[in-house]
């Protein structure tokens, strides 16, 4: 069982950070943590048995691992809100698979070694050992919910495909987001790229009727997304001639 832990903080502003023998017993313990005071364990995801015992830190310095889900070979999936005050467009939120032991930098750095400049020359130990994530979105797009389309209504070309929510900027001078997002695979495997699927939620750059939060898949493979500027869930179905037996 995969528990994802956000951060309580922006980018660890304020905090009482860990220093001399408390640091290096924590670095000795954690080589990849990112934790400290209310911070402990953490911007991390989580890994217990069903009970809800034996816990262990699986993956850390993802900010908010919002989405989550498992995907066929069992490989675990975070959609990841990233951290404000850096600008219009830093850094990207981020779709990527977490693997144990992996590090993805929060707060010191972000998208591998890019040092976040409230924590310069904090951690350089560390700078080499930032995960990438595989799919980059806009910044302050407010990445949410997530799920790996497992319908059969679609066409063939979706299945496997993930479908996220985008819940939209406000840390930005202009609007971005608002929509749900199909990121494209292949082989099981991320290319990169995503495409809008579902948008319109967006009025001008003052005023919004929809923020998408959530994403589900029906009984029938249609697409259930949820949104929080109205309360309403939408039904997406394909109306298109019916995907071929496999």
Known sequence: ???????????AEGMSRLSGASLQSFIADHPRG???????????????????????IFA????????MAIAPDGT??????ERDDLGNDLPPDYITRVREGSFFGWPWYYIGGNEDP???????????????????IE??????????????????AYRGDIFAAEHGSWNRSKRTSYKVIRVIMRDGAP???????????????????GRPVGVAVDRDGALLIS????GTIWRVSYAGPPAPMQ
């Open 1 to 11: 069982m995969y528990v994802s832990v956000g951060s309580r903080s922006n980018d």
């Open 34 to 56: 990112a934790a400290w005071g209310n911070e402990a364990e953490r911007a991390d995801v989580l890994a217990l048995d069903p009970q809800g015992k034996d816990k262990k």
């Open 60 to 67: 850390t310095g993802i900010r908010n691992c919002v989405g």
């Open 76 to 81: 675990l999936w975070c959609s990841t809100n």
């Open 118 to 136: 409230h924590h310069s020359g904090e951690r350089p130990d560390l700078k080499d050992k930032v995960a990438l994530p595989d799919i980059l």
């Open 139 to 156: 910044a302050h797009s407010a990445s949410l919910g997530m799920m790996i389309y497992d319908g059969s209504q679609f066409p063939p």
């Open 191 to 209: 290319t990169g790229e995503y495409e809008d699927f579902a948008t319109g939620f967006v009025i001008n750059d003052s005023a919004v009727w």
């Open 227 to 230: 949104e929080n500027g109205t």
